[in-house]
């Protein structure tokens, strides 16, 4: 590709630093008395030797800037001469709120410099003639998200389109990997790659663990797949060392529960002493209700908002809006406000409940704060004793700067299957070219030829051992080695339903409008009203109208529900009476969880946290044994009318779960009559109708048995079978590799006797077709995701040996917050057979009078 | 309330239930089939043969194992109540070019499953027209018992009537766990079989599509569970 150098370039590089710089950026920084910051000027040098670079910069370090000027000074530089559509960068966002914003940003700079650069955002709100318009004439830097991207590289122009491309921009890349849609994004940069073979990648990093794992994300990976390629790095030091304080409340420290419902009069009078401080908590509910205790305590009238992502867009705007301009003193905010957007000068970051992991807390403490010298303010405020300890590690870890997110992973292969679907919806296609395309990126650089045929052959024919579908097949042999799309119309299907998010259903919440509030004893009329926002199907399934829960800051009432309408009046009750889901989303860090046991296992440290907890722990000791750090405890003593086995194992709220259901299933077989248990990200409680500590100490159960590493087969491959959780995570593959269509709204009356639920396709699969490639996919998501069966694997391999068991008369200090934990489940997969059996006694007792 | 006398019932077998429509006491299946044990007769609604194949044609490729499925599931339930007479109640396949799509396997499956007893397709919405090679009669409505057996129920406050169509389910909300089946919809004189093919989905049974057809009290719903049917309470019934 002919390109004109930057006339002073040549002439000036021996001159070093000033050279990088046109004379009309020079005189900008200049007048801002700024000069070029050490990885800017390092980004810029990378860029000109068109090297693919990772920046890792603290939020604050001008990350974002480095990351375009490499672009805005090619742009300067002379004229271009053009062999497609003539876009110059692509920038791509996690988030379409975050490539608006950085928009914004940008074209003050631009228009100082008065620059000759055209700059565009496209995301899923672009009107559909700007986005037609873009395809044809793009602009010199288009700003967009993965989604976008891939509906790009599914049109036949893509080549056009992309021929001049030069730069690609990966700004929050920590935030981007690591999931399916890194995935995805992976997969386009790699067909990115055949179409712009020289363009340079920039990614822009927070802090992550292991760098190398993103530099190989953003090199292209080739033969021989024994070297793994990187791209550059330049990392910039990390600022002043955050301030961050752990919460000391005046009221007694709860044995359970994850409000801090005890601690907001500390929080809000932290709230008083600072000028704009965001609360972050885990879930939508714990915001709600922490929101709700502010507002009942705020006799100064403290604008306090509320954001998460359940809240409807337009009120959410509001609110950043009204934090940018300093009108808000606190946010309290789920993981949405997360990611990199600057909405304001905020000083101070309160983490309520647990942070989870280590780097997820310095990303949250990272948004107070943006001037680089100044440290950030952070204060933890733990809901719980355990949380106490994980709130100690997680501090301990964030001033020695240790990260804890592993960024590797392997490519799905439901995202393969869809993307293959638009390659082939872009044009026809070899099936050995793509192959060494996609394996060029690094999720699927191991991907073996045979799985690849197999995603290839599911795309074309559904992939069945029943070969029946060869005459409907969507790809056909064009005659000369390619494939192409049977029909025009399936290209369309592919845009309906092409991205890797697929949400839980989820319905409008609606109040109902003035006319339609009940008189008492009579049902609302359920229509008009203002939406406040959208709530998951799920829950709204087990509600009874009635029923009051907190949404938008309020207690609402449930008046019922129509198409996709959830009701909702105002209520006027003090406590609502669904009060919210346990725990937080995200489970406990391997690191963090580690750091907790060794704490826990060293009596000396105990003295450096608070009063309670110390005092709880020595009791724990006295009463019962604290775990050495390479052993595991498991207590048997009697509670209630019933038997109780409590394993102290730290690895997370998923872990657990499984561990708790497949437990309860060799309880069952040695005859210790499990009837339920409860997991949290500390531990197990598993009850039982027969007596543990006898059954041990008689040799009737053994505990090594019990817990050996041998569970993860049969018995989990026997409990998936039903298991609600693989349906859920086979739904998600099904949709995203276009097995089943996405529900769009509006269209979910055309009859819903018609549609075919992802779970009547999963039985079918599993029965007559158990090697198929989606149910591989799905088996896959399941063990690295809602079962976590890796880190349960590792754990009973860890632990082989190093069971250390305590038979108690009764509850250990310990067990207390992990019997108090809500929302057990029961036991056996007969369970549900088990409700219907009930519901229709129920029924039979009333018909013959008894009272139920 | 429910058209039965709740002694009758056997906790401990929900196998099948007594449902009596018009005084006609006919049993219900838990597969989902009704039987009427005077003539041996069977009654299934709603097979939806060849469903998969039909949104393969479309670019959708579910699996193709659902024709087997349906068939090898209604072969068990006509092999345990040694049915003598079956009557599918239209909609049993789920098109009219399903005859093109059928493997050669399961047509032989089917002719098994119709040898030594008589076979009736009551046709549907979905198939008015039913190919040769399926075997058995054809006919728009049948009676039994007195009892008119068509695929669409008619509109009003009828009697005597059992039909299909609507694929009926219902959802019930128990213990803070939410459960939705397919079910029976009934109120003494009238009958809604549940879908029985493999991939038919249901509609809610407090869906407006229910309103014209029944008054508001006097509803009866049996669900239909993994190893029952178990008739539940009116007010256990949750809306989607």
Known sequence: MSRKRPRARSAAEAAGAEALLPDRFARWFAARGWSLRPHQRALLERARERRSTLLIAPTGAGKTLAGFLPSLVDLTAGERSQRGAGLHTLYISPLKALAVDVARNLIAPVEEMQLPVRIETRTADTSVGKRQRQRLRPPDLLLTTPEQLALLLSHADAAYLFADLRMVILDELHALVASKRGDLLALDLARLGTIARDAVRIGLSATVARPSELRAFLQPQCEPRRVIRLADLVVTGGGARPDIRLLESASPLPWAGHTARHAVPEIYAAVRAHRLSLLFVNTRMQAELLFQELWRINDDNLPIALHHGSLDATQRRKVEAAMAAGRLRAVVATSTLDLGIDWGDVDLVVNVGAPKGASRLIQRIGRANHRLDEPSKALLVPSNRFEVLECRAALDAAEAGVQDVVLTRTGALDVLAQHVMGMAAAGPFRPDDLFAEVTSAQPYDRLSRRDFDRVVDFVATGGYALRSYERFARLRPTGDGRLRLAHPRLAQQYRMNAGTIVDAPMLRVRLVGRKGIPAPGRPAALAGGRVLGEIDEGFVAELAIGDTFVFGGEIVRFEGLRETDAFVSRAWDNDPKIPSYPGGKFPLSTHLASRVRSMLADPRVWSSLPQPVAEWLELQQHRSAIPAADEVLVETFPHGQRHHLVIYSFEGRLAHQTLGMLLTRRLERARARPLGFVANDYGLAVWTAADLSQMIAGGALALGRLFDEDMLGDDLEAWLAGSSLMKRTFRVCAIIAGLIERRHPGREKSGRQLTVSSDLVYDVLRRHDPGHVLLEAAWADAASGLLDIARLGDFLRRTKGRIRHQPLAGASPLSVPILLEIGWEPVHGAAREGLLRDAAEALIAEAVGEKT | ?240
């Open chain 2, 1 to 240: 309330m429910l058209g039965l006398r709740p002694e009758r019932l056997a906790l401990d077998d929900f196998k099948t239930q007594p449902i009596s429509i018009c005084g006609k006491p006919f049993v219900a299946d838990q597969s989902g089939a009704l039987y009427w044990p005077p003539e041996r007769t069977l009654i299934v609604a709603d097979l939806h043969l060849e469903k998969g194949s039909a949104h393969a044609s479309r670019g959708l490729m579910l699996p193709p194992y659902d024709t087997r499925q349906t068939l090898l599931r209604l072969a068990q339930v006509i092999d345990r109540l040694e049915a003598d007479t079956v009557i599918a109640l239209g909609d049993s396949l789920h098109d009219t070019k399903a005859a093109e799509r059928i493997s050669a396997e399961d047509l032989e499956i089917l002719r098994i499953i119709q040898q030594d007893r008589r076979w009736v397709w009551v046709t549907g919405n979905h198939d008015p027209v039913i190919g040769d090679c399926f075997g058995g009669e054809r006919t728009e409505e049948i009676a039994l018992a007195g009892i008119a057996l068509r695929h669409e129920p008619r509109l009003g406050r009828i009697t005597h009537e059992i039909a299909g169509h609507l694929h009926p389910a219902a959802r019930i909300s128990i213990y803070g766990t939410s459960l939705r089946r397919p079910c029976f919809l009934g109120n003494g004189l009238r009958l809604i079989l549940p879908a029985f093919g493999a991939f038919t989905g249901g509609l809610n049974v407090l869906d407006d599509a229910f309103l014209p057809l029944f008054d508001d009290d006097g509803l009866a719903v049996w669900m239909l569970g993994e190893e029952g049917l178990y008739p539940i309470a009116a007010r256990l019934l949750r809306r989607d």
